[in-house]
C-alpha cells in the first residue's frame, strides 16, 4: 500500500534551516508529481510545494518562495524541502501529500517549531 513517511522537523530559531525528507513507496513514485503542505495550529492545511515526476517543474506558495526549495531523488523514492530562512508563521505540521488516481495520499506528518 502506498507509504509516505516524512522526518527531519524540529525546533529551530528565526532565520535557521530545516531539511525535510519523506520517503516514498508502495507506488510507482518516479512518475507521480509530489508535494508538501503545513497546517499550523488552528488554521487549515495549506499547500507550499510542488515538483513534477522528473523534477522539471516546481511550485511554490508565495509565502515561501525564494526560502523553501523542493527536490526529488527517483532513485530512492525520496522528496526533499530544504526550508532556509525560517520564520515563526512557518510554525506547524509538513505533510508529504501525493495524488494517485483522484485519491489524495498524505504521510503523518513532522513537527516544524521556529520560536525563540
Known amino acids: 500500500q502506498v507509504q509516505l513517511v516524512e522526518s527531519g522537523g524540529g525546533l529551530v530559531q528565526p532565520g535557521g534551516s530545516l531539511r525535510l525528507s519523506c520517503a516514498a513507496s508502495g507506488f510507482t513514485f518516479r512518475v507521480y508529481f509530489m508535494n508538501w503542505y503545513r497546517q499550523a495550529p488552528g488554521k487549515e492545511r495549506e499547500f507550499v510545494a510542488a515538483?513534477?515526476?522528473?523534477?522539471?517543474?516546481?511550485n511554490y506558495a508565495d509565502s515561501v518562495k525564494g526560502r523553501f526549495a523542493i527536490s526529488r531523488d527517483n532513485a530512492k523514492n525520496m522528496v526533499y524541502l530544504q526550508m532556509n530562512s525560517l520564520k515563526p508563521e512557518d510554525t506547524g505540521v509538513y505533510y508529504c501529500?501525493?495524488?494517485?488516481?483522484?485519491?489524495?495520499?498524505w504521510g503523518q506528518g513532522t513537527q516544524v517549531t521556529v520560536s525563540s
Open positions: 515538483i513534477s515526476s522528473s523534477s522539471g517543474f516546481t
Open positions: 501529500n501525493t495524488r494517485l488516481s483522484a485519491l489524495d495520499y
